[in-house]
C-alpha cells in the first residue's frame, strides 16, 4: 500500500463517518476486491452503512404507527366506537396497542348500544303512559315531564310545582318540595292548573326518586285526571236517580189510574143521565149541572192522558221493542212538556206520513220531551204568541231505504258554532244550575243511536234551532195489520 493510496482512502473514511454523523447512511468507500485491509474495510462500512439505513427505515416506520394509533385513541375518546387500528400480528408493544384498541372500542360499542336501548325503552314506556307523570328535582322544580302531563296542563320545564298546583293547594306543593328519601303520598286528590287558568281535578301519588347509593336526587309525581271518572260517577247517580223517580212515577201513575177509570167512567153515566133530565126541562138548574160535570169530565181525560204519559215515559222497559208512530208519539210528548212551552211559544204541528219505527216508545217520548223542552227553554218567557215551535214529521228516503223523520223548530236563541259540536257530550250545559243537568241530549242521541237511527242539528244564532231524529223504517213483513179502532162502551163502573 503507498502513500498516495493511504491519502485517498483515509478522506473516503473521513467522509462517510461524516456523512454517517449527518444520518445520512447511503455513503460507501469504494471497493477494490483485492482483499486487502483496504477492501475488508471498505465492506464493512458497506455493512455498518446498511444496518444503520435499516435500522433508520425501521424507526421511521414504527413512528408513523404509533401516531396513527394515538390518532386512534383519540377518535375513541371522542366517543366513536367503530374505530379499529390495523394489526401486525407481530406480538411487538405496538400490536399489543392495537389490539387493546380494538377490544376497548368494541366493549364500548356495545355497552353504549345497550345503554341507548334502555334508555329509548324507558323513554317510550314513560311517554306511553296513560297518567300523567312529573319529575321534580329536589327542591320541588319540574325536570321533566310526560306526554300525558303536558296533554293536561304543560308544565314549564324549571317551573316550581306550586305554579303547576292549584293556588290553594300550597300545602300540597311544600311537602313535595321537602320530600325526605321514605315519603310517599297516595291516590290524593288535589287540583292542577289547566292551560286556561282552569282548575283540573285530579288524584296523585309522589314518591322518592332516589339514587343508586339511595340518595334522594327529586321526586316521581304520577297523577290521574279525575274528569271522566267524576264524570262516569255523575252519570251514574243520575241515571239511578232518574231510575227510582221512573219507577215512583209509574207506581203514582198506577195507583191514579184505577180510581182515575171509574171516575170518568161514572161522570160520563151521570152526564149522560142527567143530560136526559136537562133535556126535559131546558130551563132548569140541571143544565147548568150537566156544564159543569162536562167540564170534570175534559179534566178528567185529560188527567187519564197525563197519567198514560208518564207511565210510557217512566217505564223502564228499555228492551221491548214495538212499532211506534212517530205522530202518536208527538201528541204524547206534547202533552208531558206543557207546561214548559205554555209561556214561550205556541205550537204547530205538520204530521205528515212517516213509516212506523221499531223501539221503544217510552225512550222516543223521553227523547222528544227533552227535544221540546230544549226548543221552549231557548225561547224567552212572556212572547208566546210571536214563538213557535214547530213539529213536522215526515218520510224520506227511497224505497230501498226509507226513514221516517221528526222535525223539532224553534224561534229560540239558536246555538253558536263553537257551542255546537259540544251540545251532545255529557253534562255539557248552558243552562243555570236546576234548569239544566246536560243530561238530555247525550241521553237522547245514545238512545236513538241504539235504534239505529241519527240526530241532525241546524241551527242559527238569535233565529232558532231545528233538530231532526231520523230512524229507519220497520221492515215491510213486520208491520202489523191496523186494528179496527176499539169500541169503548159507557157504562156505570163501582
Ligand atoms: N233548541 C236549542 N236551542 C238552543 N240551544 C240548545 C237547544 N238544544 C240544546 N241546546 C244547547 O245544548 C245544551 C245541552 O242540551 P241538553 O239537552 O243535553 O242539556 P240541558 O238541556 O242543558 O239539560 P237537561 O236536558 O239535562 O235538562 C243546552 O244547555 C243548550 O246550550
Ligand atoms: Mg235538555
Redesign the pocket.
Known sequence: VNGADDGAFARHLLEFFTRLAGGDFTARIPRNFRRDHEDALAFMVEVVAEQLAKKQQSHFESEAALASLVEKFVTLAAGDFTVRAERTHRGDTLDTLAYLLNNVSAELGDLVADTDHQRMLLETVLESMLDGVLLLDSNGNVRRSNAAMAAMCAPKIGAHVSEVLAKDEHELASQLSHMRAHDVFRQRDTFFVGPEGDRLPMTVSASAHRDVHGELVGVVLVARDDRELKKARAHLEMTERLTTMGTLAAGVAHEINNPLAFISANLDYAVEELEKLANKDPSGPLVEIVRALSASRSGAERVRHIVRDLRSFARSDAEVITHVSLNDLCDSALGLATNEVRNRARVTKEYGSPPLVLGNEGRLVQVLV?LI??GA?SIKTGAPAKNEIRIVTGVMGDANAQFAFLDVHDTGCGISEDDLPRIFDLFY?T?PVGV?M????SISLRLVQTMGGRIDVESQLGKGSRFRIVLPAAPAETVPPRSPPRTSGRHRVT
Open positions: 227533552n223542552q230544549n227553554q250545559t243552562k239544566g246536560g243530561l238530555g241530549l
